[in-house]
C-alpha cells in the first residue's frame, strides 16, 4: 500500500508563487508517473503537470510557462512550483502517483488528499 501526503497549499496575491510537495510512502517497490491535478466546484478535476520516471514532463495550456513540475526520486517527492498565480489557479489540487507496492505485480494509481490554493488580492 502507498500513501501520499501533500503540503505547500495556501493563500497568496496575484503574481506570488507556491510550491506544492507530494511525498509517497510505505511498502513501494517502484514508482512510475507522478502528476498534479487541480479541481473547483462545479468543474472537472483537470491535469495540471505530469513527469514521468524518466524525467519527461507535460503541462496545461493553462499553466505553461508558470508552472513547472519536478520529482526527487531518493526521497519519493514530487513538487509543483507556481509563479506567477492567477484567481482562476484558485482550486484544490491533488497528488497523483502510479506506483507498485513491495510484493505486488500490478501498477496501480493513488490519489493524494489535496490541498487548497486560493489566489485572492
Known amino acids: 500500500q502507498v500513501q501520499l501526503v501533500e503540503s505547500g497549499g495556501g493563500l497568496v496575491q496575484p503574481g506570488g508563487s507556491l510550491r506544492l510537495s507530494c511525498t509517497a510512502s510505505?511498502?513501494?517497490?517502484?514508482?512510475?508517473?507522478m502528476g498534479w491535478y487541480r479541481q473547483v466546484p462545479g468543474k472537472q478535476r483537470e491535469l495540471v503537470a505530469h513527469?514521468?520516471?524518466?524525467?519527461?514532463?507535460n503541462y496545461a495550456d493553462s499553466v505553461k510557462g508558470r508552472f513547472t513540475i519536478s520529482r526527487d526520486n531518493a526521497k519519493n517527492t514530487a513538487y509543483l512550483q507556481m509563479n506567477s498565480l492567477k484567481p482562476d489557479d484558485t482550486a484544490v489540487y491533488y497528488c497523483?502517483?502510479?506506483?507498485?507496492?513491495?510484493?505486488?505485480?500490478?501498477?496501480?494509481?493513488?490519489w493524494g488528499q489535496g490541498t487548497q490554493v486560493t489566489v485572492s488580492s
Open positions: 497523483k502517483v502510479d506506483a507498485v507496492y513491495s510484493g505486488g505485480w500490478e501498477r496501480r494509481t493513488y
Open positions: 510505505g511498502s513501494i517497490f517502484r514508482i512510475y508517473a
Open positions: 513527469i514521468t520516471s524518466g524525467g519527461s514532463t
